[in-house]
């Protein structure tokens, strides 16, 4: 496992995969019932975008979460409103940075600062030194169960919730060549056992491998999301996809109105595309 999710942090895929985290978060806290929320590949929690691992990409800045930073603008849409705030909130934590952004939080942070007393949230991270810094980074809150622990053995022994509502966010490396057939295999598990459940899976679009992954990922009828970079490197990430199987009422409106903005402002070489089980659109 030599994958640190440090170097990529605030980059677009976060960008989109942290904005649609957010709205979902949101529609699923609008009723007052309980709410659990598995994020089985938390990561650290939340990275240095001044640390040398950030600054070795410089994902954040070119096609990231710095282009979208800053004073808010007119004409946001609510959903990318939120989310910035949410940023905002977490880096200012750490003091003032001289407008500068310097913190991002990771997806166990967004979900943290989403919930309610009384929800449920359970983070799964394998790697040793990552699990310790997301140990450290909830150190004394009890709204959080951190475990060093295989994000796919505890969908199985974690689903289905006992609050019967359920986020599951499903954001893993792909460094292992059977990540695909793990992930498909843990995801058909889960929905078999909590098929009402909400399931956000992030994956990379860049071979093949990645291809079948995404027509099988099909067969759950997701809503899904994707964002592509024209001109990268050859090696970087060009574009990736975010599927959300039964996504609450309201969200893909959300994301209709967000993702164009998004794609607009990351960059001029991004195009973002909103695919339900029937249609394929561009939206920018
Ligand atoms: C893409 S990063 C997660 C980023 C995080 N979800 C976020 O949005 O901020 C993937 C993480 O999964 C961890 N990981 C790899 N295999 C795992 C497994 N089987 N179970 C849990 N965590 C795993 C890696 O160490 C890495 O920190």
Redesign the pocket.
């Known amino acids: 496992?030599n994958?640190r999710?440090g170097y990529h942090a605030g980059n677009f895929a976060?960008v989109l995969?942290?904005i649609a985290l957010c709205e979902l978060l949101r529609l699923l806290t609008v009723k007052d019932k309980k709410l659990f929320v598995l994020?089985?590949?938390?990561?650290?929690g939340g990275y240095d975008l001044s640390g040398n691992l950030a600054r070795r990409t410089g994902e954040a800045e070119a096609g990231g979460i710095v282009r979208l930073a800053g004073p808010p603008r007119g004409g946001t849409p609510a959903a990318v409103a939120r989310y910035l705030a949410a940023v905002a909130a977490y880096d200012r934590k750490f003091g003032p940075a001289g407008g500068k952004l310097r913190r991002y939080p990771?997806?166990p942070r967004l979900v943290r600062a989403a919930l309610r007393p009384g929800d449920r949230f359970i983070a799964?991270?394998?790697?040793p030194g990552?699990a310790l810094a997301l140990k450290r980074e909830f150190a004394g809150d009890r709204g959080v169960e951190v475990r060093q622990?295989?994000?796919?053995k505890a969908l199985k022994a974690l689903l289905p919730p006992v609050e019967r509502r359920g986020l599951v966010?499903i954001?893993?490396?792909f460094e292992a060549i059977d990540e695909y057939e793990r992930l498909l295999r843990a995801l058909r598990q889960g929905v078999r056992r909590f098929a009402t459940g909400c399931y956000a899976v992030w994956y990379p679009i860049k071979d093949e491998a990645a291809s079948a992954f995404a027509a099988d990922l099909a067969s759950f009828k997701p809503l899904v999301l994707k964002m592509q970079l024209e001109g990268i490197e050859p090696g970087r990430l060009a574009a990736c996809g975010l599927a959300v199987i039964n996504p609450p009422w309201r969200f893909e409106e959300a994301m209709r109105a967000a993702l164009p903005w998004v794609a607009t402002h990351l960059g001029p070489s991004v195009r973002a595309t909103i695919c339900t089980p029937t249609a394929s659109t561009p939206v920018s």
């Not at 799964?124 to 790697?127: K, P, R």
């Not at 622990?149 to 796919?152: F, R, W």
Request: net charge negative.
């Open positions: 496992m994958y999710h976060d995969k942290h994020d089985t590949h938390a990561g650290a990771g997806s799964c991270e394998l790697h990552e622990a295989d994000g796919y966010l954001d893993p490396p």
